[in-house]
């Protein structure tokens, strides 16, 4: 959300008699989805070195880690002069720089206003069908 609309939304709040979102009152703190990421970080057990993602436990596997896992394992076993690696290697090298061409690069972001989602869930593939059916 750009700054004049929340500077808009701020002054309608001040003007109602309620607390901006910006301040803080007495004991009272912002929630964790209203602070800024950094602070989210920050405030967050660091338990492991991944990057927080909500969505899976697993990190992914991205095109640039397929190469440099190609990369790495070509360098080794043309040290070790192990061939069927070096192949493998090669392989990977290939498989990681075709990929970039092929994954899609739209990032999502969810847009959220005071811990709550501004945009509207999905449609589930049943109601997709039934408006498709209808069109």
């Given at each position: 959300m750009s700054d004049k609309y929340q500077q808009e939304i701020e002054e309608i709040l001040k003007s109602a008699g309620e607390v901006a979102p910006g301040e803080v009152v007495?004991?009272?703190?912002?929630?964790?989805?209203?602070?800024?990421?950094a602070l989210q970080q920050s405030s967050r057990p660091n338990n492991s070195t991944a990057p927080?993602?909500?969505?899976?436990?697993?990190?992914?596997?991205?095109?640039?880690k397929i190469l440099m896992t190609g990369l790495f394992v070509f360098i080794v076993t043309a040290l070790?002069?192990?061939?069927?690696?070096?192949?493998v290697g090669l392989a990977l090298l290939v498989v990681g720089y075709l990929l970039f061409f092929v994954t899609p690069r739209s990032i999502?972001?969810?847009?959220?206003w005071r811990g709550e989602s501004l945009e509207d869930p999905p449609e589930s593939p049943w109601n997709r069908l039934k408006r498709w059916m209808k069109s």
């Amino acid at each position: 959300m750009s700054d004049k609309y929340q500077q808009e939304i701020e002054e309608i709040l001040k003007s109602a008699g309620e607390v901006a979102p910006g301040e803080v009152v007495g004991e009272m703190e912002r929630p964790l989805d209203d602070r800024p990421k950094a602070l989210q970080q920050s405030s967050r057990p660091n338990n492991s070195t991944a990057p927080y993602s909500p969505r899976s436990r697993w990190p992914t596997i991205t095109p640039g880690k397929i190469l440099m896992t190609g990369l790495f394992v070509f360098i080794v076993t043309a040290l070790l002069q192990i061939w069927v690696l070096i192949w493998v290697g090669l392989a990977l090298l290939v498989v990681g720089y075709l990929l970039f061409f092929v994954t899609p690069r739209s990032i999502n972001v969810e847009k959220r206003w005071r811990g709550e989602s501004l945009e509207d869930p999905p449609e589930s593939p049943w109601n997709r069908l039934k408006r498709w059916m209808k069109s």
